[in-house]
């Protein structure tokens, strides 16, 4: 009986040969048949020969060993069989939509005879034209000075910067960058992205080239897959100190090399690298056996010991049906010549590249072929990831029509078109595109916050013209819908009259399931993309794109989306969850506010509303109790405070704390806060995310009474418990835990007392267990010395809290920094960098202080200086050329007014790379008071509202009024 003869050749790479070999020798010891290991330049082949009774036991062996070894060297496996590895990291990258580019010529050959017939290729790899071979960038491929003089004796930063402008200058995710031995130091190749380089020191080598184009292209595809990266590359943040190179025992001679000039085509093979070429399609078919026969021996060893496939017979008549095939061949690629030369342009061009000057004009050319094939066609949409389509006028005919050939292959009404026939970028318009699912894939599924943050923006050719649009808003629509709840979005494209314009600016914001940092002004100018909702309810997906601003930077800020509190959604979907439907009024009073103020937080009003000469004096403040004592300061009593209370703020780092940053020095924004007990129990461990404490049985408590607040950009006198829990539930959310919601209420109660008249506040619709907790300490405030206390709020301190002298200029007694260790566990964006490039550094230094920073230094690392920091890490004096200013005024004024680039607290540092300024923030808000997110920690492991405010209010006393 004849047995059934299969293979497995599995493809590594990035594996020790040592680590290899012992897999093998395990999996031999199990039972593996015909193992055999093959080698060349790092790269292994894992052979498997199976022989069994037939075909189906065979298969399942080989199955059996292939999970196996997937399961031993994981990320190492890049392929199966005659799969190379440049193949395996272009496919990988082009799945991810992912581009690369060389950091200089060099480099750039040695990848291009190993890609340049790959049909992948071209969508991820630029082969120079965006780089070294670009008549004016690469003129610019120089690592910047102020990199060499940081680091002048390292051999590795001077590709990094070389890689990284190429990165900058192209658009592209990743540049790569070989550096052969010389003398004593060892080739390396190095992977540079925005913020890290990934680097290989190369092992002495007979074909040092070929080593190192396949460390690149298996660092490449690690990276565009997300997989760990193999044993021996390193990595480092560009800009910070790269890791130290060893010293060769043999000096490498050196070598001058002349560039060899990129060829026009393909080269043919020759006989000593035909084994790298890609097979054409005009071969005559082998089978599996002799094509994993032909790699292992191609690639490898031709003297390896491989089974045969059984032997075939010829067949006599095989050569004249060749001929004729042959034949056939050439007649069908005549056709398909003159086909693709007369055929009209696809739905659809290749979105690598998207944002760059080479993509424009690509997308014009694209388009105006498509508008010579078609006269109906009006523009091309593109997004960054999801690709792009064809826009048609709102009278295009019916789909499929006179649109060629690539369009009649899929039926259906998959045309994107435009509602009506007003011009994309005319002020106060929102132009509709209607977006059918076969137009733009996955674009009903923007709804999903990963794949929003890297589609937050998208372009529109037009004739001669390109629109650059910023997703303001994502939401879901029904058109049906009739009532208080509905929205007519097809009626609200002409925004000319002022009251249909914030018609469409609060319903959109209304119903944005995202926060984007997006801001709008009354002369904006809107796209609206509207595609059927992926869930298949017949609801809409709307996605509101706001035009960039002549003077705005191009940047998408996908890493500030954060998911919407509370978004007005079709009335259906309440139906469905059994939720309550927010009142409309009063969203669109909050987003009114929004609008009018700029997007302004609490405390950016408190900051601006500035702190009381001194504190109010309020009729109707009592003790709470007769027998009542003062709060205890800082921390509870003894028999109620942690067993181990973390220590007050300090200037110097004591052993076993939070540490907290010196005078000049930068804080130390990684180690995490120590948890603090609860009072009077074990260790509380702090939850990643506290539950909401369930609300407490109603209690007979009297009607607190009103209060005047200007709420929402409406001055009214309004209920305090309604006051305060929309407050509350503006401040922290929906589901913070019972105390924090106290806290906030106490202070926020205390703050509109300490301001007079009817300050501004920002409230959302509170649910019941808000509530319940607002009627519980509507009647509570927080006194001094039997006066109201200045009671500020802000979202989250850097290192713990600031000083009211280093806000707003004077001191008071119970506003002193305190320590806040939870803000770094509880926050959202509790670190987060803003970039600024060299030239808006200097147009506002002239602008506001009057400073010409290039008069004072033609090198900007020097315009920055001086910088003194509080114990808490804020900043309070710095030098800006030849001006001194605090943190605060470079946050609030200086380098204010850049959409969705503000400066959250006056905690930061500053450094320079590329032409650019990054500043490090810590914390959101002007840190002096209650920390939002600290009471939010403090709560979630056991503290109680009235501990949290003698916390953060040390010395004051809670007390009741009216």
């Known amino acids: 009986m004849a047995q059934a003869n299969r293979m497995l050749a599995l493809r590594l790479f990035g594996v020790p040969q040592a680590r290899a070999q012992a897999v093998l020798k395990a999996a031999a010891a199990q039972g593996c048949p015909g193992l055999r290991l093959l080698s060349r330049e790092e790269e292994l082949v894992v052979c498997v020969n199976v022989q069994a009774?037939?075909?189906?036991?065979?298969?399942?062996?080989?199955?059996?060993?292939?999970?196996?070894?997937?399961?031993?060297?994981?990320?190492?496996?890049?392929?199966?069989?005659?799969?190379?590895?440049?193949?395996?990291?272009?496919?990988?990258?082009?799945?991810?939509?992912?581009?690369?580019?060389?950091?200089?010529?060099?480099?750039?050959?040695?990848?291009?005879?190993?890609?340049?017939?790959?049909k992948e290729a071209a969508a991820v790899y630029d082969f120079g034209d965006h780089s070294y071979r670009h008549p004016t960038k690469a003129d610019r491929l120089e690592p910047p000075r102020a990199l060499l003089d940081k680091y002048p004796d390292c051999p590795v930063q001077p590709a990094a910067g070389r890689a990284h402008q190429a990165l900058a200058l192209s658009g592209a995710d990743w540049a790569v960058s070989y550096q052969p031995a010389q003398g004593v130091q060892p080739g390396f190749v190095l992977v540079c992205g925005a913020k890290t380089v990934y680097l290989h020191v190369l092992a002495p080598s007979a074909q040092p080239g070929m080593l190192a184009a396949n460390w690149i292209f298996d660092m490449l595809r690690r990276l565009a897959l997300g997989l760990e990266t193999a044993e021996g590359v390193q990595s480092f943040v560009y800009g910070k100190p790269a890791p130290v190179l060893p010293v060769l025992k043999t000096p490498v001679p050196q070598k001058t090399e002349t560039p060899r000039p990129r060829p026009a085509a393909a080269p043919q093979p020759s006989a000593q690298n035909a084994a790298w070429q890609?097979?054409?399609?005009?071969?005559?078919?082998?089978?599996?056996?002799?094509n994993l026969r032909s790699a292992g021996r191609q690639l490898f060893d031709e003297s390896a010991q491989l089974p045969e496939p059984p032997a075939r017979k010829r067949n006599p008549a095989s050569?004249?049906?060749?001929?004729?095939?042959?034949?056939?061949?050439?007649?069908?690629?005549?056709?398909?010549?003159?086909?693709?030369?007369?055929?009209?342009?696809?739905?659809?061009?290749?979105?690598?590249?998207?944002?760059?000057?080479?993509?424009?004009?690509?997308?014009?050319?694209?388009?105006?072929?498509?508008?010579?094939?078609?006269?109906?066609?009006?523009?091309?949409?593109?997004?960054?990831?999801?690709?792009?389509?064809?826009?048609?006028?709102?009278?295009?005919?019916?789909?499929?029509?006179?649109?060629?050939?690539?369009?009649?292959?899929?039926?259906?009404?998959?045309?994107?078109?435009?509602?009506?026939?007003?011009?994309?970028?005319?002020?106060?318009?929102?132009?509709?595109?209607?977006?059918?699912?076969?137009?733009?894939?996955?674009?009903?599924?923007?709804?999903?916050?990963?794949?929003?943050?890297?589609?937050?923006?998208?372009?529109?050719?037009?004739d001669g013209s390109t629109y650059r649009y910023k997703v303001a808003a994502v939401f879901y629509w029904d058109p049906a819908e009739?009532?208080?709840?509905?929205?007519d979005l097809y009626g609200l494209q002409d925004l000319s009259d002022q009251q249909n314009f914030l018609n469409f600016v609060l319903g959109v914001k209304a119903r944005s399931l995202y926060e984007m940092p997006v801001d709008l002004e009354d002369e904006d100018s809107f796209v609206t993309l509207v595609a059927d909702a992926s869930d298949g309810s017949g609801r809409k997906l709307a996605v509101t794109g706001r035009l960039q601003r002549q003077d705005e930077a191009g940047f998408l800020l996908g890493r500030?989306?954060?998911?919407?509190?509370?978004?007005?959604?079709?009335?259906?979907?309440?139906?469905?969850?059994?939720?309550?439907?927010?009142?409309?009024?009063?969203?669109?009073?909050?987003?009114?506010?929004?609008?009018?103020?700029?997007?302004?937080?609490?405390s950016d009003v408190q900051q601006e509303s500035g702190m009381p000469q001194e504190d109010q004096v309020v009729e109707g403040v009592h003790p709470l109790d007769p027998n009542a004592t003062p709060i205890p300061t800082l921390t509870p009593p003894p028999t109620d405070a942690p067993a181990t209370p973390s220590p007050k703020p300090s200037a110097t780092?004591?052993?076993?704390?939070?540490?907290?940053?010196?005078?000049?020095?930068?804080?130390?924004?990684?180690?995490?806060?120590?948890?603090?007990?609860?009072?009077?129990?074990?260790?509380?461990?702090?939850?990643?995310?506290?539950?909401?404490?369930?609300?407490?049985q109603p209690t007979a408590t009297p009607s607190a009474g009103t209060i005047t607040v200007t709420m929402n950009g409406v001055r009214q006198e309004m209920d305090l418990v309604e006051c305060l829990a929309m407050i509350a539930r503006n401040e922290l959310g929906a589901g913070a835990p019972i105390e924090a919601y106290k806290a906030q209420m106490v202070a926020a109660h205390s703050w509109i007392l300490s301001q007079g008249g009817a300050p501004s506040v920002s409230g959302r619709e509170p649910n019941e267990t808000i509530r319940q907790a607002?009627?519980?300490?509507?009647?509570?405030?927080?006194?001094?010395?039997?006066?109201?206390?200045?009671?500020?709020?802000?979202?989250?301190?850097?290192?713990?809290?600031?000083?009211?002298?280093?806000?707003?200029?004077?001191?008071?007694?119970?506003?002193?920094?305190?320590?806040?260790?939870?803000?770094?566990?509880?926050?959202?964006?509790?670190?987060?960098?803003?970039?600024?490039?060299?030239?808006?550094?200097?147009?506002?230094?002239?602008?506001?202080?009057?400073?010409?920073?290039?008069?004072?230094?033609?090198?900007?690392?020097?315009?920055?200086?001086?910088?003194v920091k509080n114990s808490s890490g804020y900043v309070t004096s710095l030098r800006l050329g030849t001006a001194t200013i605090t943190g605060q005024k470079l946050q609030v004024s200086v380098l204010a007014g850049f959409a969705g680039r503000d400066i959250r607290s006056a905690a930061f540092d500053i450094a320079y790379a590329d032409g650019s300024f990054s500043i490090t923030c810590y914390g959101y808000g002007h840190g002096c008071g209650l920390s939002q997110y600290g009471a939010w920690g403090y709560a979630a492991n056991g503290w109680t509202y009235d501990q949290i405010l003698a916390h953060y209010f040390p010395g004051t006393t809670l007390s009741a009024v009216g």
């Open 278 to 290: 890609k097979t054409g399609g005009a071969v005559p078919p082998v089978s599996r056996a002799a």
């Open 482 to 487: 009739t009532g208080e709840t509905a929205f």
């Open 53 to 118: 009774d037939n075909e189906a036991e065979a298969s399942r062996i080989c199955k059996q060993w292939n999970e196996y070894f997937r399961e031993q060297f994981g990320p190492a496996v890049f392929g199966e069989g005659d799969t190379e590895l440049a193949k395996a990291a272009l496919t990988g990258l082009a799945k991810k939509h992912k581009l690369f580019v060389a950091a200089d010529e060099a480099t750039g050959h040695l990848l291009e005879a190993r890609i340049r017939s790959e």
């Open 319 to 462: 050569r004249p049906l060749a001929c004729l095939i042959l034949v056939l061949l050439i007649a069908a690629v005549a056709f398909g010549v003159v086909w693709l030369a007369e055929r009209p342009a696809a739905q659809q061009m290749s979105g690598a590249g998207y944002g760059t000057a080479d993509y424009d004009t690509a997308a014009r050319d694209y388009l105006t072929r498509a508008q010579e094939d078609n006269s109906k066609v009006a523009a091309y949409l593109a997004l960054p990831k999801l690709g792009g389509t064809l826009v048609y006028q709102p009278n295009a005919s019916q789909p499929g029509q006179a649109v060629g050939l690539a369009v009649q292959a899929a039926q259906g009404d998959e045309l994107a078109r435009f509602v009506s026939s007003g011009q994309p970028g005319q002020a106060r318009t929102n132009q509709i595109v209607e977006c059918p699912e076969g137009s733009i894939r996955q674009l009903s599924e923007l709804d999903e916050e990963e794949l929003l943050r890297d589609n937050c923006g998208f372009t529109l050719y037009t």
């Open 774 to 867: 607002a009627r519980e300490v509507a009647n509570q405030i927080v006194t001094y010395n039997g006066r109201v206390a200045f009671t500020p709020y802000f979202a989250s301190a850097a290192f713990g809290t600031c000083p009211s002298e280093d806000v707003w200029g004077s001191s008071r007694p119970y506003l002193v920094a305190v320590e806040s260790p939870y803000d770094q566990q509880y926050a959202s964006n509790w670190k987060n960098t803003r970039v600024f490039t060299e030239q808006e550094v200097a147009d506002r230094a002239m602008e506001k202080l009057g400073v010409d920073l290039y008069a004072y230094s033609e090198d900007p690392n020097d315009w920055f200086g001086d910088i």
């Open 560 to 602: 500030q989306i954060v998911q919407a509190d509370q978004p007005l959604l079709p009335l259906a979907m309440y139906a469905q969850t059994g939720e309550e439907v927010p009142s409309v009024e009063t969203l669109h009073q909050y987003w009114m506010n929004w609008y009018a103020t700029g997007g302004a937080t609490s």
């Open 653 to 696: 780092t004591k052993p076993g704390t939070t540490p907290k940053p010196g005078a000049t020095q930068a804080p130390d924004a990684t180690q995490a806060p120590q948890a603090t007990q609860a009072p009077g129990g074990n260790t509380a461990q702090p939850t990643p995310a506290p539950q909401p404490t369930q609300a407490p």
